[in-house]
């Protein structure tokens, strides 16, 4: 497997900008947010209790059922060293220049040189990406994850088996990094096992290959589910069930009733990464009775994660912007137009950081509209897993709460498609 020049110059460019730009960050920006998102320091507690007892420990002292240790695992070498943010960035910024080479590599693979290297230039300039690669959250190495075992699985069905097993485990680490991703290894067996059109597999049955993948990309979860029933928690993580207590039925409850998003959720005595105290009726039983504003809150969630940039993150790793800005909680109840309308009033500096970062997506999104359409789909086989990747993230986009950084694992595909869309604009053609 050979890199071009190109791309390796792209990788380069990559880690270039991303360090000029935490070095402004670090100049700029407050040393309490510089860096850091609200949900920075649910990662930061079990990787300072990794250092210094080997246990994955929350703030309390108790054991930690919310976060799992993927993502806190590869902040423990900074915290040993002593350099926590610095550490952490570092890590960041290779994990970014990962996902470059990967973008391009693959990309090359599925259309040709040209577009493959437009793509890892796409991927090096991207704002979300360089935004998400100087906080510390888990959304970088989960993409890096996500990437690197679809592309592995895709790989193998020229009958690799190693291939095979190693995506597995991949895609298994990937839900240690993030739960969202538990799911998503079956997802792509279904897609991969239609793309090799039922064909035998190194003289296994398909039934046999299935379950290696399974066994491999199970095992790392089964084992992190013992240690939460060890624990006292039978499943892998409680974020689900946060997520539908204190984001998801209160963002449904508050739009459907006109009242304030935070304010309900303080009420119900939400708090970060805890259980509501006061218990709301079923998911089901609160979309049943309000099923229009169900709807109408997963497609603002939606359109809401795919259009934003990450200029709001930005904005608090710069000081420009609150930590608790409310935006969220306005863009939830009211709508995304009304907040919009609010922000523009209240802080001019981020509606300027939206206004250079927001056209690049836009143009993005029509590029890979343009590419899609033209796109010849005779071997339709061989996009399989990435259609399948990008159908199963954007279900998971939508809905309260929602962000740009969840679009992440889905901005290899938009590259490759937005770097198609301009070949094909400027009359050229990568190889086939």
């Not at 902040?75 to 994990?95: A, R, S, Y």
């Not at 075992?149 to 690799?160: H, K």
């Not at 523009?344 to 950081?353: F, T």
Request: aromatic residues 12%.
């Amino acid at each position: 497997m050979q890199v071009s020049r190109s791309i390796l110059g792209a990788i380069s460019f990559c880690i270039f900008l991303r360090l000029v730009v935490a070095a402004c960050i670090h100049w700029m920006g407050s040393p309490a947010q510089a860096f850091c998102l609200t949900d920075t320091e649910s990662y930061l507690a079990p990787a300072r209790a990794l250092a210094t007892s080997g246990a994955f420990l929350n703030n309390q002292g108790q054991a930690d059922f919310f976060r799992t240790p993927g993502y806190p695992l590869s902040l423990v070498p900074g915290i040993v060293l002593g350099f926590p943010m610095l550490g952490g960035v570092v890590t960041q910024v290779v994990f970014s220049g990962l996902v470059v080479l990967l973008t391009g590599i693959w990309g090359k693979e599925l259309w040709g040189d040209i577009v493959g290297t437009r793509a890892a230039w796409i991927m090096a300039f991207d704002p979300l990406s360089l935004v998400m690669s100087m906080v510390l959250m888990s959304d970088m190495l989960f993409s890096l994850l996500v990437l690197l075992g679809a592309w592995l699985l895709w790989r193998s069905r020229q009958e690799d088996l190693l291939q095979l097993a190693m995506s597995g485990l991949c895609l298994g680490f990937a839900s240690l990094v993030k739960p969202v991703g538990l799911y998503l290894a079956p997802c792509l067996l279904i897609a991969w096992l239609v793309q090799i059109h039922g064909r035998s597999y190194r003289m296994l049955s398909l039934f046999g290959v299935s379950a290696i993948f399974f066994f491999c990309s199970f095992l790392l979860p089964m084992g992190w589910i013992a240690r939460n029933i060890e624990n006292g928690y039978f499943g892998f993580s409680s974020s689900s069930q946060v997520l539908a207590d204190c984001y998801v039925k209160p963002a449904i409850i508050a739009q459907a009733t006109h009242q304030d998003y935070y304010a309900l959720r303080s009420s119900l005595g939400c708090v970060e990464s805890l259980l509501p105290k006061q218990e709301l009726p079923g998911l089901l039983t609160v979309a049943s009775e309000y099923p229009w504003v169900t709807f109408k809150v997963f497609v603002q969630g939606l359109v809401r994660g795919m259009l934003d940039p990450g200029t709001l993150d930005l904005a608090r790793m710069l000081g420009l912007y609150p930590a608790q800005g409310g935006l969220m909680g306005v863009a939830t109840s009211q709508g995304i137009l009304v907040a919009l309308k609010a922000l523009i009033v209240r802080n001019p500096g981020v509606v300027l950081l939206l206004g250079i970062s927001f056209p690049w997506v836009l143009v993005l999104m029509l590029l890979g509209i343009v590419g899609m359409i033209r796109k010849s789909y005779t071997s339709w086989s061989e996009w399989l897993i990435p259609l399948t990747l990008t159908g199963y993230f954007l279900f998971f986009c939508a809905g309260p709460g929602s962000v740009g950084r969840y679009r992440l694992p889905l901005m290899p595909v938009l590259a490759w498609l937005a770097a198609h869309g301009l070949v094909h604009l400027k009359g050229r053609r990568g190889v086939a």
